[in-house]
């Protein structure tokens, strides 16, 4: 059974976007900003999702119950990256579940 949730994305251009998210298609957050044209082609997921670019870092916004922790890659990627705040994700690290539901982020500018 496909379930839909819903997100908030806010584009580099300041635009947000209310967006339909299947959890039933093993994608990311980045694969979602992408699918959605978000971001301009060639500035997000340029590294195919391995954590290795930081091209599709966003800021979260809301914490939800299903975001899940930070991983020792993810980590090790921002520490290396420009734009980085506290709130700072991978979106490709962010694989969308149901628990997902609500949240809101906005894509950190491209260096």
């Known amino acids: ?16 976007h209310q967006v339909a998210a299947p ?13 959605y044209e978000l971001a301009e082609e060639g500035t997000i ?3 195919g999702g391995m954590a290795m670019c930081a091209s599709c ?5 809301n914490e939800v119950e299903g975001l899940p922790e930070m991983g020792d890659e993810e980590d090790a990627m921002l520490a290396e990256a420009f734009h980085v705040q506290d ?8 694989h969308i579940v ?5 949240l809101e982020v906005e894509i950190a500018p491209y260096p």
């Open 1 to 16: 059974m496909s379930l839909d949730i819903s997100l908030k994305i806010k584009d580099r251009n300041g635009e947000v």
């Open 23 to 35: 959890t039933d298609m093993s994608m990311n957050l980045m694969e979602v900003i992408r699918s």
């Open 45 to 47: 997921g340029v590294c």
């Open 57 to 61: 870092q966003v800021y979260v916004i």
């Open 87 to 94: 709130n700072s994700r991978l979106g490709c690290q962010i």
């Open 98 to 102: 149901p628990e997902l539901d609500g």
